[in-house]
């Protein structure tokens, strides 16, 4: 039986490692060192890895079964900070025009991106 996982939200099944290739355990552990560099929790950082990899084996075709989001979404690479809320673009406008729409915040519809991001970083300007 697979070991379980408390993620802090919910006990999950740890993905059992002799389905992954030598590659897809390397990939794991990169990513998951690079979310805990960012000060990510233990298991928060091994359950978005477990995630992440299992996303890109289905994409590639590896996985015996896979949800139609894993196949047909942006695959994780080439999305980048597109949802993370940093990286080099940060939020989307329409990330940023949803928090202000929140938030209650007037004249958010006729605002650009830039002017979105400085509402919903201080709102009371």
Same mark, same amino acid.
Do not use: F
């Given at each position: 039986?697979?070991?379980?996982?408390?993620?802090?939200? %919910?006990?999950?099944?740890?993905?059992?490692?002799?389905?992954?290739?030598?590659?897809? %355990?390397?990939? &794991?552990?990169?990513?998951?060192?690079?979310?805990?560099?960012?000060?990510?929790?233990?298991?928060? /950082?091994?359950?978005? /890895?477990?995630?992440?990899?299992?996303? %890109?084996?289905?994409?590639?075709?590896?996985?015996?079964?896979? $949800?139609?989001?894993?196949?047909?979404?942006?695959? $994780?690479?080439?999305?980048?900070?597109?949802? $993370?809320?940093?990286?080099?673009?940060?939020?989307?406008?329409?990330?940023? &025009?949803?928090?202000?729409?929140?938030?209650?915040?007037?004249?958010?519809?006729?605002?650009?991106?830039?002017?979105? %991001?400085?509402?919903? /970083?201080?709102?009371?300007?």
């Amino acid at each position: 039986m697979a070991p379980r996982l408390w993620t802090g939200r %919910e006990e999950v099944t740890a993905m059992p490692q002799r389905a992954w290739s030598k590659k897809r %355990e390397r990939q &794991y552990e990169h990513i998951k060192d690079g979310l805990l560099e960012r000060g990510t929790g233990e298991g928060t /950082a091994e359950e978005i /890895a477990a995630r992440t990899v299992n996303k %890109e084996r289905a994409r590639a075709g590896e996985a015996k079964e896979s $949800s139609r989001t894993s196949t047909k979404d942006i695959s $994780s690479g080439r999305r980048g900070g597109l949802r $993370s809320h940093r990286g080099p673009g940060g939020r989307t406008r329409d990330q940023l &025009y949803n928090e202000a729409r929140k938030r209650n915040i007037k004249g958010r519809s006729k605002m650009s991106k830039a002017q979105l %991001e400085r509402a919903v /970083a201080h709102p009371d300007d």
